[in-house]
């Protein structure tokens, strides 16, 4: 009996990490790949640390691809993929003067001595880059991406004047054939607010805050875009060829410094409580810096040392972010509103006398759920405290001395939007619409998700068009987009001749995207891009999909139950088999990988790749087994038919030989790789 009660524990415990990892997974692709977050930095913070300690507890090994051993995303297939000379790994996150001070005992215990010298650099708010010089001349530079490899930006990056496009020698030494420096792109308060100004002149949705327009701008296709968005950029590393320069990160910087780079003013810490005084110190100062900071990163300043402490799975063990604490202020609630999401949710939002909140002004913030909306006690005429969660999102934090008399807001019993009957489901905090596509209000958002960059990727079709298209009554269903008279449009604002013909083209396009990508733009709960991949990869095409069972769906590297539930919910609904079949009756065909013609020994079969291989990129090799019918996957099963193991191999490794899976190493993945161009 005891027994039964810890294998039931245990396999709840393997759902909630599975469910974990799913929607991580998709707040990383929405914060790196889209610069969308849905969520603000604490949230994300939270679940993360919710999935390590949920992972410790377990006490299984960790897949090499759960989200507590990589960085970032995937890079987006908009832009060529670079792969960085060496990993560009993110930075663990301190909350309190307590972990900082465990960060630097963890540091005097790893190199045996309390003799330790710290240098103190404000974290600034913007997305990192790489950039590659060759002979001094810069050639490559990429985003973060995946941390392995990320998006050329070469042309964008260009525009910005504290990069230099070669560096300046000195006598000190000779430059590195290769040097990789790393950095950070932000834009400027007063850039983001003169941008916001200009865009909400033209009628466009402003940035909610300078690291989104910085990410937004340095991901255009038209580098005379970003030319006009006034970038900044700050060095503070190095990869490939770096630790030649300088042997201190000190010395590093003045170094770069001398190379024409822009780096911040920083400060020797010995201690923790010389640390301490350095993040007070930066807090104070926040408000009144030209750009926006949201904490402060304390490195062990000789590269001796943190060479010896070396690295975990996705940051170093010499290095740690002090992140700030989100800025608060009290305002009024006017009213409760009920907003429909996309997939239906029913969301509880404050609608506040406008205040000034960390350099943004702000009228509404999401209370997530009716349990939060208790908890709180918010209603309107409240005052409350609001904060911008890692300074992305607004949020209430409490209620001030509240009205014990006052009338709580309750939920509605039919969708705001539409009428449609509100429903929950068991177990769930959520309440949602049963009005599906007929409801304009998650049609607008279908829509937006159905062509958004990681779906269909119809350029051109943008908020403001996808509104006027349901406001007009154009579009009741993401079918008419394959089916609509392009006519219709002539004589609309900004739907020039031209622009027509472009977004047909753009339309056309799309009928031909991969089935993963289709999968994620269908809007399936907890069916993300990594999540469309897999069930592309496992069933080869789209009627499999649809009919796959439970037992089917369940034998989906990284699908439990949840998930399978999700799906086999979305596709028993007629009403969304309808909507598909329209889809393919108007030509789109999602393309999927047939087993090869030439019967390569591995089409059919489930592998995966684990560990660094010396003569292949790993994820170029996972692809083109995939064009040869294979089936990769992310974590190791008793489904998977072969593991390939390169070095370094880890838990994954651990598990094909507990499970007697078949293992392979890099030799006879080459050779299979070759079998291919024979």
Known sequence: MESGKITAESESLRQRITYLRNEIREHNYRYYTLDAPLISDS?????????????????????????TRIVGAPPSETFKSRQHGEPLLSLANAFSADEVSAFVRRAEEGVGTSDLSFIAEPKVDGLAVNLRYEQGLLTIASTRGDGVSGEDVTANVRTISDIPWRLKRDELSELPEILEVRGEVYMSKAAFADLNEQRDAEGETPFANPRNAAAGSLRQLD??????????????????????LADSQSGLLARLQHFGFATQKTEQADGVEALLQCYRKLLEMRSGLAYEIDGVVYKVDSFALQERLGAVARSPRWAIAHKFPAEEVTTTVREIIWQVGRTGVITPVAEMEPVAVGGVIVSRATLHNIDELKRKGVYAGASVIVRRAGDVIPEVVRTIDGDTGAEMPQPPEACPVCGATVYQIGGEVAIRCSGGLSCSAQLKERLRHFVSRGAMDIEGMGDKLVARLVDEGVMTSVADIYEFDYGQLTGWQGMGEKKICNLRSAIDASRKRPLARMLHALGIRHVGSATGAALASHFGDLDSVMAADEESLLAVPDVGPEVAASILSFFAEEHNRDVIHRLLAAGVEPKVSQPAATGHPLAGKTVVLTGSFESVNRRAAQEQLRSLGVRPAGSVSKNTDLVIAGDKAGSKLAKARELGVEIAGEAELIEWLKWQQG
């Not at 006490?59 to 090499?64: F, H």
Request: glycine share 12%.
């Open 43 to 67: 949230e994300y913070d939270q679940l993360l640390r919710e999935l390590e300690r949920l992972e410790a507890e377990l006490g299984e090994p960790v897949p090499e691809d759960s989200p």
């Open 223 to 244: 580098a005379r875009i970003t030319a006009q968005r006034k970038l900044g950029f700050f060095a503070y590393g190095v990869g490939v060829g770096g630790r030649k």
